[in-house]
């Protein structure tokens, strides 16, 4: 039934970062609604249920930190939790704090003006629900919009096609038949070996190759969960002062400054161990496009010694993009795969897919008949679920229209002209260059702390100046051209999306450094940011 209620929040999205934000704003004793348009919570892990889905960042880092009490009585069962187990998981916090009873599911919000009479959010959703709100916190996900490609024919295929980022919930079984999986990014080369194993024939189509370091994954090492819960507060703390917010062991030395036998044990020892801390092997991997290079020979060497067909080796190897430019991908056993009798690999930047066509896929190379596609292309990333409501701040500007040449933002936190809207994770912010759950609750927390401060203190809005998000995004570029990053045609970049501008939209300057940054301007009496009470709201309209 639609309604029409006020509340003190709309929160948009139960993830990690919306399931977080409601409990907080509850402990302010404030109402707060949100809307999620999947059947449950999970976010990512709701959504994201292709064969092989895991997180990269290991499960005794990659859960919540603000309830001791919840982080000693869970228990992963691997070093990288699958998606099924992280959808628990999320369950798990949901039940335990009553959480769902103020989330409305199946519910996509629509648009959200701001009305700068009342200062009050006006939104919208698919439902039929007209409802109002001070404040209105988009808990949209960083990788949440996915993407299909515009391939002519895309809809004309006779069978079955699955997005990776839309995964059918009673899961696909492949068995006996011929798949074709177009992409080979983090997603790809996590479904890729299970698909395999099951399918009768897997044909991949890669247009540019990734690096992939082995999970080594493994049953969780009860000595080492137990390091982490005897002391999770200390090492939970040193993480959040991390580059990534994640606590690995990062070498400050230079590539370049030792020898070739120290700088191959170092890589070596990375590799055995496993896992993104790979890319802290040594302090300038990347900022200097030399040093990158010798660990991207690394792994490409590891890839011509794991291919047996010298050939597709050399087609697997990524060659036209510095290592961790583009998302470092962590998987298990997936270059073995094209050693299988029953994968087969097509160079899509050499024969460039021309058409789907109601039998398979067709290349400069010739057509591909199959049964099944997987599309693992991708999402549009960081600026696509928000672009997807309309949202309009004072005097109706317009968030899309504003974001036209790039997302703007002060922090990532806020947009200049939108009183009161808060992005967790948002453009401008470490979000997806770092441990998720590190950053949501580092900007939940900051957000809790905000709009107490605005309500101990009688005001009504809060929103950056345009100088401070001017400042804000001169810097984020200014950061981000100090490394190799904007080099590759990455989504970092907004590359991956025709017509997408190309701007950096995460920040890269460091967890640790950016929490910094956000407590000092919060101590400062939100620098940068104008509060107000309603009448100046109305004043400024
Ligand atoms: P990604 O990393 O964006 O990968 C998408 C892949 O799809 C990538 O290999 C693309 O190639 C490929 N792609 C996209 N469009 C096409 C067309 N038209 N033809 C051929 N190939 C295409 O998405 P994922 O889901 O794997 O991972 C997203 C993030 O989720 C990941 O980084 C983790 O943070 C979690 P391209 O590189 O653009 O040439």
């Known amino acids: 039934m639609p309604t ?3 509340y003190d929040a709309i929160i948009v999205g139960a993830g990690f970062a919306g399931l977080y ?9 404030m109402r707060a609604q949100v809307y999620e348009a999947g059947s449950d919570v999970g976010g990512t892990w709701y959504w994201n249920r292709y064969p092989g889905a895991r997180c990269d960042v290991e499960s005794m880092q990659y859960s919540y ?6 982080q000693q009585e869970w228990s992963w069962s691997e070093r990288f939790a699958s998606q099924p187990e992280i959808l628990r998981y999320a369950g798990h916090v949901a039940d335990r704090l009553d959480l769902r009873r103020d989330i409305q599911f199946d519910t996509r919000v629509t648009s959200a003006h701001f009305d700068a009479k009342r200062a009050l959010w006006q939104v919208a959703t698919d439902r039929g629900d007209r ?12 990788l949440s919009a996915a993407r299909l490609p515009e391939i002519p024919g895309r809809d004309s295929f006779a069978g079955p096609t699955y997005h990776t980022g839309a995964w059918p919930h009673e899961g696909v079984d492949f068995t006996g038949r011929r798949v074709a999986v177009i992409g080979t990014g983090s997603s790809a080369i996590q479904a890729i070996p299970v698909i395999a ?10 247009r540019t190759p990734n690096f992939s370091i082995p999970s080594r994954n493994a049953p969780m090492d009860a000595e080492y969960e137990n390091w982490w819960k005897s002391d999770y507060a200390a090492h939970r703390a040193k993480a959040r002062a991390m580059r990534t917010g994640i606590l690995y062991g990062l070498n400050d030395k230079s590539a370049l400054e030792v020898s070739e036998e120290e700088r191959q044990a170092e890589y070596e020892r990375r590799w055995a161990n496993g896992g993104t801390a790979f890319m802290g092997a040594f302090s300038d991997l990347i900022t200097n496009r030399q040093a990158n290079d010798t660990a991207a020979e690394f792994v490409r060497n590891k890839i011509r010694g794991m291919v047996r067909d010298p050939k597709v080796a050399e087609i697997l190897a990524p060659k036209s993009h510095p290592i961790g430019t583009k998302r470092i991908c962590v998987d298990t056993e997936y270059y073995e795969t094209f050693n299988r009798p029953n994968v087969a690999l097509v160079d899509v930047a050499a024969t460039p897919i021309e058409a789907i066509t109601p039998a398979g896929v067709r290349t400069a190379a010739g057509e ?7 599309f693992a292309t991708g999402f549009d990333a960081m600026t696509g679920a928000l672009a997807a409501i309309e949202i309009r701040g004072r005097d109706g500007i317009d968030l899309a229209a504003k974001w036209a040449e790039g997302p703007r933002t002060y922090l990532g936190l806020m947009s200049a002209g939108f009183p009161n809207l808060f992005m967790i994770t948002g453009p401008g912010s470490p979000s997806v260059l770092s441990n998720m759950i590190v950053s949501i609750e580092q900007h939940v927390d900051w957000l809790t ?4 401060h605005l309500r101990a203190r009688g005001l009504d809005t809060i929103e950056p100046t345009q100088e401070a998000e001017d400042g804000w995004v001169a810097h984020g570029n200014e950061v981000a051209h100090r490394t190799l990053y904007p080099s590759a045609a990455s989504w970092y970049m907004g590359a991956n999306i025709p017509g997408k501008p190309r701007v950096f939209l995460p920040y890269i300057g460091g967890v640790g450094v950016y929490r910094e ?3 000092a301007i919060a101590a400062a009496g939100y620098e940068g940011f104008r509060l107000g009470g309603q009448n100046q709201a109305a004043a400024a309209e």
């Open 4 to 6: 029409t209620q006020s």
């Open 21 to 29: 934000m409601l409990h907080r704003l509850r402990r302010l004793g």
């Open 65 to 70: 930190s603000f309830d001791d009490a919840l």
């Open 131 to 142: 409802v109002t709100a001070r404040f209105c916190v988009m808990a949209t996900g960083c």
């Open 197 to 206: 194993r099951q399918a009768a024939h897997v044909t991949v189509f890669q």
């Open 368 to 374: 591909v008949a199959v049964d099944d596609i997987v």
């Open 449 to 452: 702390d905000c709009i107490a």
């Open 517 to 519: 940054k956000c407590d």
